[in-house]
């Protein structure tokens, strides 16, 4: 069981350029997340997925987009790269469960994308 | 605004001693705080988790906290090994929200 992969491990970009970032998991989660992790900070939310077809923004989207067309897959796409999104990318996936009202939703993480822009 | 704050950078303890990790947060429509584990080059794992009806759980070495009134959770590990030495980020969600606010981490370093 594969859980949540992400592609590529590392990757540096020049000013400018564009990537994809991507993410597929196997567990049939309709909740799929990308953060960014910064050096001593936690993890941002940049978008995130209830469900194919269905994305909104998180915390810091500026710069990035997002697609959800199945439920296996969630690419992250950044265009006109710039130093400031120079960081670590971690997917994540979930799925919704109900502990007495509360929603419990335990997050299933990638081991993330390592990105440089120069 | 940071919602969810984990005060302390880092944490160092002996093996075997008790590791007691803290978190604050400022949302009062929180109502499912969990922590997190992540060792170096990998993704963060899921530890335990805690619901706001309950004050405790357990699981094993570690249990969480949660004091409502104080807005304050923390993480207990008794006793602290060597192999726990990581960073912890401790998150929180709500009902109706298909997300969770995360901590900056706390880094734990467990000596032998």
């Known amino acids: 069981n594969a859980g949540v992969t992400q592609t590529p491990k590392f990757r540096i970009l020049k000013i400018g350029q564009s990537m994809t970032l991507q993410c597929t998991q196997d567990?049939?989660?309709?909740?799929m997340y990308w953060y960014r992790q910064d050096p001593g900070m936690g993890l941002k939310l940049i978008y995130y997925?209830?469900?194919?077809?269905?994305?909104d923004k998180g915390e810091v989207p500026n710069g990035y987009n997002v697609s959800r067309s199945t439920t296996e897959d969630f690419p992250l796409r950044l265009e006109l790269a710039a130093p400031s999104q120079t960081s670590v990318y971690f997917c994540?996936?979930?799925?919704?469960?109900?502990?007495?009202?509360?929603?419990?939703?335990?997050?299933?993480f990638g081991d993330g994308t390592r990105l440089s822009i120069l | 605004d940071q919602q969810v704050k984990q005060n302390s950078p880092s944490l160092s303890v002996q093996e075997g001693r008790i590791s007691i990790l803290n978190c604050d947060y400022t949302?009062?429509?929180?109502?499912?705080f969990l922590w997190y584990k992540k060792y170096p080059a990998e993704g963060p794992t899921f530890l335990i988790s805690?619901?706001?009806?309950?004050d405790k759980n357990e699981d094993g070495r570690f249990t969480v906290f949660l004091n409502k009134s104080a807005k304050h959770l923390s993480l207990h590990i008794v006793p602290s090994q060597p192999g726990d030495s990581a960073v912890y980020f401790c998150?929180?969600?709500?009902?109706?929200?298909?997300?969770?606010?995360f901590g900056d981490g706390t880094t734990l370093t467990v000596k032998p």
């Open positions: 805690i619901s706001s009806i309950k």
């Open positions: 567990m049939n989660h309709n909740y």
């Open positions: 997925s209830v469900g194919a077809g269905i994305t």
């Open positions: 998150a929180a969600s709500t009902a109706y929200a298909g997300k969770s606010t």
């Open positions: 994540a996936s979930s799925s919704k469960r109900f502990v007495g009202t509360a929603v419990s939703q335990p997050q299933h």
């Open positions: 949302n009062s429509m929180f109502d499912y």
